[in-house]
């Protein structure tokens, strides 16, 4: 593969989509691309490496899959932040063997959850040589008022802590994906057991709640890529609190359980621990508690405790079950 | 070496610098980076590889040499569209056995370079293991003026063709870095050889100059970080037109005429297809001319041809001297 016909070919996918407004002015094709600004531009990267973070030809994940998850974890860092996705720029490392067509499967992955979050383009990259397949993905979003975002450093003390929507489905998905657990002897109907694997293979950003979120004034909030446990731990260091997390309160997605009894952990500590989830994790003041749920939370799962300095997350309640939990999680 | 003791070596190397009027609100420890936009955002992205675009520990190229070339190759981009650069995430991919320490020379490069182009702010990235050392770098520019960029879609007929430095130091540097010339056996000064090799182990991306010819209202122009011939070419067909250059016009770098004639090849192809000098090429209306020398401009070196359905790249004159080149250089 040429790296110049590979950017033929992405020309082609992506070269037209202007964007709301026509917002891209000059997309794909010049030394840089330009972009009628909003008043902040929210901007982060994401790296995924073939045999870190995926392994390509394993378990029935596609190409498309990888430049899905990999386009995901990005936007859901500005889901986190509550801001409007804009641009996506990607820098494809190609292993030897890869073809134009792989590089369009990839791209593909991408663009068809640019299309599925709504208004967001694929508007410049970069396609090298690579030792394995690589994917730096930088998104940049906008907002129109820097307070009017999701912070990491902005829970207080006496915040409920809400999360989005049930956990643990991306970990128990992978763990069928891997055959570490067999959907049939766990007694999984089919259904429950794909909507699992998918949840691992097609994350959904929360593009949507966090921007609904940070309209209805809340403040703090982290996604979930690296699992509640260590997600929450950020956001407490940043914000100088213990949060304290009533594990039987975590709503847990369905069919985890079934897999959690088969991997021998409690159901709650895989939906603790299990990363790739990107729900939100917000910390709400009591009296925007309504406001929340409207926005997006889904359930409540803890509480801010007073101003720490030794901040960090204590799992309470429940304890008889989760022998040795509290202290994995530690950091 | 663990991702997140790396994390908080680089907020110590980058915490605290919040640019040009705190414009960067948010830096390294959020999901994301917020920065108070400009009218315009100017990004491009450069993934440079080892093995592919570097190798470490050969012919005294230093870690803070790969951290500085990567961010220059990136910057140069900018200045090819004479945007104002404004803020670098770096997706770092860090091979087994790579430091901390090893981590922070690199970034050392980069935040060397981003203090010698002037108010450059690392504001973010993403550090992940890999299979060989990897660089992804974003930069993102800002414009008060879409019309107030160069492109490369702008050239027109009759325009004189300009650049604004001597080339073939870079290629010729790296000659001697490889040791493929020895400088002493072609009678190459010690100064002379040394700036050769630091114009390949550090260019300088021409930001300044690039925003002087886009104030001085110079419309067409690309960076020459592939070679003069390979990038002329983009530019004459992303404007549809052929342009003509006089490869005896070239200007030359100090010492590139030594060095090619040990290579056995004439100064002037070394200094057409040698890659890295990031000088600006650019198309200049002829009544533009002096306004163009005064924003940086050092040498003329051919004129655009009419409109031509087979855009590309003559080089016409002292055609005795290089057999075969004008062949070597289409596409």
Partial sequence: MSERSLITALKG?????????????????????????????????????????????????????????ALAGALSDLAAMGARPGEVYVALGAPPGF??????????????????????????????RAPALLLCVTVVGWADDQDALL???????????????????????????????????CGLPEAVADALRLAHRRPRPRVEAGRALASAEIRAGIDLSDGLATDAAHLARASGVRLHIDPG??????????????????????????GEDYELCVCVAPGRVREAERAGV????????????????????ARSHLTGFEHRLGD
């Fill in 151 to 185: 912070t990491r450093d902005r829970a207080r003390p006496g915040d409920r802590i809400g999360v989005t929507g049930p956990l643990g489905a991306a970990a128990a998905g992978l763990a069928l994906l891997e055959d570490r657990v067999d959907a049939d002897a």
């Fill in 99 to 128: 073809t134009v067509d792989d590089g369009l499967q990839v791209m593909g992955g991408m663009r068809d959850l640019c299309e599925q979050v709504g208004d967001v383009v694929v508007a410049g990259g970069d396609v090298t």
């Fill in 298 to 317: 889904a359930a409540w799962i803890g509480r801010v405790g007073p101003a720490d300095p030794e901040a960090g997350v204590t799992f309470t309640g």
């Fill in 13 to 69: 996918l992506f070269g037209d989509d202007r964007g709301r407004d026509g917002r891209l002015l000059r997309g794909i094709g010049d030394d840089a691309a330009v972009v009628r600004a909003g008043a902040y531009a929210v901007t982060s990267v994401d790296a995924m490496v073939d045999g870190v973070h995926f392994r390509t030809g394993q378990h029935g994940t596609t190409l498309a899959d990888i430049g899905h998850r």
């Fill in 249 to 274: 309160a975590l709503p847990v997605a369905g069919g985890v359980a079934e897999v959690a009894a088969a991997l021998e952990v409690p159901a709650h500590e895989l939906a603790a621990t299990g």
